[in-house]
């Protein structure tokens, strides 16, 4: 095994700038600063469980300061984290309705950033994995203008960048800027950086685990209750499939990443977009998954191709392995 390089996530983003002749250093300072804040929720978050155990009264904490909800908390840490840098023209939010626009007394640059602060935050009470997701493009509309809606509504290969944070057993940031590969790192405590942890992931061609909400089976597609069945009926590596379902999306697919296999949300007979939110959930994993050798599709398209009309709109979403992604895809088509 080769020795891993001490790594942190600053030099690394350094490193692959550098590998790009035009580049300016922006994109390594704004995802520098994506780490500082993912360093503050991480903090807040290891603390959730806390909060009843240090008196915090779940409104004002001993300080007499609001405790806000992590969510809440998450975002606005981002948002403060990233409106000044003059890195970005525009934000997005899962958190919130509208555009978040950078504030009259800060420069506004090249960039547009759109993320979901805390996903699957409803976890967060049983101690189960949740995350931070994020989308960078470049703007659309004239240098030095307020960004616009325009420039957040893009299809989603056009990003410049993409990346979770995965607040579990331990925090771990994985980016992608869609040239030099995917990559890990992992937060080390002790002295607060992001260590470079799983360097340039690949994900198995195929692999033993389907994951999706199996309490929705009776109102997905036949084509899809059709390869669910064929998994059930069949082996790979001569064992039988698993279903892993953690129900937050950042862990799923963290470890469909690592382990191969496939996730899916579908659309149904109530919810034919399903779930999902494509422009800072779909978009941003889509491509970190295509990146590391998979697929992504919304059962007919690719998801990155998917030409957004809403900031919040939603999209059935299947991704993971290639040949797993083919597989379903043929089971989706035969049923047609
Ligand atoms: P369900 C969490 O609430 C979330 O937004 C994603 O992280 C996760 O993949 C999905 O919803 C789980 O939804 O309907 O299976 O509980």
């Known amino acids: 095994m080769a020795k891993k390089r001490f790594m942190t996530l600053s030099r690394h983003i350094l490193e692959g700038e550098r590998m790009h002749p035009g580049a300016t250093g922006e994109l ?185 909400n199996e309490g929705n089976y009776l109102k997905w597609p036949q084509g899809l209750k059709n390869y669910i069945k064929y998994l059930q009926a069949h082996t790979f590596d001569e064992k039988p499939y698993q279903a892993r379902y953690v129900g937050s999306m950042v862990a799923d697919l963290h470890r469909t990443l690592l382990y191969g296999g496939i996730f899916m949300y579908p659309g149904d007979m109530r919810n034919p977009k399903g779930k999902l939110r494509l422009m800072y959930e779909c978009n941003p994993m889509a491509f970190i998954i295509e990146t590391a050798g998979g697929r992504a599709i919304d059962g007919k398209k690719r998801i990155l191709d998917l030409q957004p009309e809403r900031l919040h709109e939603k999209t059935p979403v299947y991704m993971g392995s290639p040949e797993d992604v083919d597989l379903l895809e043929k089971f989706l088509r035969e049923a047609e």
Do not use: W
Request: net charge negative.
């Open 28 to 212: 390594s300072a704004l995802l520098d600063q994506l780490g500082m804040a993912a360093k503050l929720i991480s903090l807040e978050v290891n603390k959730a469980g806390l909060v009843d155990i240090l008196g915090f009264t779940g409104s004002e904490n001993v300080h007499g300061e609001k405790v806000k909800k992590l969510d809440i908390f998450a975002n606005d840490v981002l948002i403060k984290a990233m409106d000044h840098g003059g890195h970005f023209c525009v934000m997005a939010s899962e958190e919130e309705e509208e555009i978040i626009h950078i504030p009259s007394q800060h420069q506004v640059g090249k960039y547009v950033l759109l993320f979901d602060p805390l996903d699957g935050s409803s976890n967060i009470d049983a101690n189960i994995s949740i995350g931070t997701i994020f989308s960078i493009y470049k703007r659309v509309t004239p240098d030095g203008t307020p960004g616009t809606l325009d420039d957040c509504l893009q299809p989603g290969y056009k990003q410049e960048a993409a990346g979770y944070v995965v607040y579990g057993s331990s925090t771990i940031l994985v980016y992608t800027t869609g040239h030099h590969g995917v990559h890990g790192f992992t937060l080390d405590p002790a002295f607060g950086e992001f260590l470079l942890s799983h360097e340039d992931i690949k994900i198995p061609s195929r692999g033993r685990i389907y994951s999706a």
